[in-house]
């Protein structure tokens, strides 16, 4: 059983930057598609990022194009989300998930995943 733990989110002031970390345990991420998602106050969930299990494809929701990028490191068995020039609207409880049959692209725009984490909180706030 995969299981996957996200850590690095907190509170962060507009134009500041965050990095989150999912670690994952139990199998490893190499064949897998990682999305991070993440989901706001009375909103619904949003595919933020998503990347294919080689690392070649990635899909980026237009919200957060230009200010994030998402890397994976398999020899750690994690994967990251760097976050730049955060704004208010970014503020939400974010998620990793992985997938094996799921790629980059429909896994974000579907919400699509077999293993998701707990979430971590980021706030961006002044």
């Known amino acids: 059983q995969l299981q996957l733990v996200e850590s690095g989110g907190g509170l962060v002031q507009p134009g500041g930057s965050l990095r989150l970390s999912c670690a994952a345990s139990?199998?490893?991420?190499?064949?897998?598609?990682i999305g991070w998602f993440r989901q706001a106050p009375g909103k619904g969930r949003e595919g933020v990022l998503c990347?294919?299990?080689?690392?070649?494809?990635?899909y980026y929701a237009d919200s957060v194009k230009g200010r994030f990028t998402i890397s994976r490191d398999n020899a750690k068995n994690t994967v990251y989300l760097e976050m730049n020039s955060l704004k208010p609207e970014d503020t939400a409880v974010y998620y990793c998930a992985a997938s094996l049959v799921t790629t980059a692209q429909p896994m974000c725009v579907y919400i699509s995943a077999d293993y998701w984490g707990q979430g971590t909180q980021v706030t961006v706030s002044s």
């Open positions: 990347i294919s299990s080689s690392g070649g494809k990635t």
């Open positions: 139990g199998r490893t991420l190499d064949y897998y598609a």
